[in-house]
């Protein structure tokens, strides 16, 4: 098959007048969600906007007493002493994290990156800048920060919060196991483990009952925060929901 670059972009709500001609090469993979592939025919575009349109939404599962797992995306901008500079971000997950709450979530666990600390824990790259300025956006609710992003420590804290309780795992690239692979300083590269990768994605999917993805500028990416947690259910927050349906639309 005939493989052709394309730009990526991390919103297809960012680019205005998108229409079905864009989508013109013989075959296009959309990078930023891995399981689609557009081909010319006009079937297989009908096919594709269904596929993407019907995709589960947070509105369409359960929630109720139900501790839901977010994959969010805060990979925000921080100064050198820490501050977020922009928390768009950040804000963006709100709406999804209000709506789990409201429905009645026992718990809203959120994972995410920052940086490229490389597969091994750098206080450079962590997340606790984004505690404070979660706090606020959610209206002054304590949001619980979590030392890691798996282990006993992290499930201890996960099964021990309260009824409406937010916890915020500590950055997932902090493991080798979350991106696969890493860099040394000299830049030779270091492959996971299997078994340990597995291990991680065991110990992230111990975390929730239901797994919501809302991080679309990291859904191009096969990393086990984004395919590896192995819950029965599993939607799309409000921010991919957004993506998915747009691109339906342009389709």
Same mark, same amino acid.
């Given at each position: 098959?005939?493989?052709?670059?394309?730009?990526?972009?991390?919103?297809?709500?960012?680019?205005?007048?998108?229409?079905?001609?864009?989508?013109?090469?013989?075959?296009?993979?959309?990078?930023?969600?891995?399981?689609?592939?557009?081909?010319?025919?006009?079937?297989?575009?009908?096919?594709?906007?269904?596929?993407?349109?019907?995709?589960?939404?947070?509105?369409?599962?359960?929630?109720?007493?139900?501790?839901?797992?977010?994959?969010?995306?805060?990979?925000?901008?921080?100064?050198?002493?820490?501050?977020?500079?922009?928390?768009?971000?950040?804000? %963006?997950?709100?709406?999804?994290?209000?709506?789990?709450?409201?429905?009645?979530?026992?718990?809203?666990?959120?994972?995410?990156?920052?940086?490229?600390?490389?597969?091994?824990?750098?206080?450079?790259?962590?997340?606790?800048?984004?505690?404070?300025?979660?706090?606020?956006?959610? %209206?002054?609710?304590?949001?619980?920060?979590?030392?890691?992003?798996?282990?006993?420590?992290?499930?201890?804290?996960?099964?021990?919060?309260?009824?409406?309780?937010?916890?915020?795992?500590?950055?997932?690239?902090?493991?080798?196991?979350?991106? %696969?692979?890493?860099?040394?300083?000299? %830049?030779?590269?270091?492959?996971?483990?299997?078994?340990?990768?597995?291990?991680?994605?065991?110990?992230?999917?111990?975390?929730?009952?239901?797994?919501?993805?809302?991080?679309?500028?990291?859904?191009?990416?096969?990393?086990?925060?984004?395919?590896?947690?192995?819950?029965?259910?599993?939607?799309?927050?409000?921010?991919?929901?957004?993506?998915?349906?747009?691109?339906?639309?342009?389709?």
């Amino acid at each position: 098959l005939l493989e052709l670059p394309i730009t990526f972009v991390t919103s297809l709500t960012s680019i205005p007048n998108i229409h079905r001609r864009t989508c013109s090469s013989p075959r296009i993979h959309l990078i930023s969600i891995s399981d689609f592939q557009v081909s010319q025919n006009k079937s297989s575009y009908r096919q594709s906007a269904m596929s993407l349109a019907n995709k589960l939404s947070i509105t369409d599962v359960d929630v109720k007493g139900k501790r839901v797992l977010i994959r969010v995306d805060f990979n925000v901008p921080l100064d050198e002493n820490k501050n977020i500079t922009n928390n768009q971000r950040i804000a %963006g997950a709100v709406p999804t994290i209000k709506h789990a709450l409201d429905h009645g979530a026992k718990t809203v666990i959120l994972m995410s990156h920052l940086g490229r600390p490389n597969g091994s824990p750098n206080p450079k790259y962590s997340l606790t800048p984004v505690v404070p300025e979660l706090e606020k956006l959610l %209206g002054g609710k304590k949001v619980t920060f979590a030392p890691d992003c798996v282990g006993p420590e992290v499930e201890e804290i996960v099964n021990k919060a309260g009824e409406g309780d937010v916890v915020l795992l500590e950055n997932l690239r902090f493991h080798i196991e979350e991106e %696969g692979s890493a860099k040394d300083k000299d %830049g030779n590269k270091t492959k996971a483990d299997k078994a340990k990768v597995d291990e991680f994605r065991k110990g992230l999917t111990k975390l929730g009952d239901i797994y919501i993805n809302d991080a679309f500028g990291t859904a191009h990416r096969a990393h086990s925060s984004m395919v590896g947690v192995d819950l029965p259910q599993k939607a799309a927050g409000f921010l991919m929901k957004k993506e998915l349906d747009y691109f339906a639309q342009a389709l």
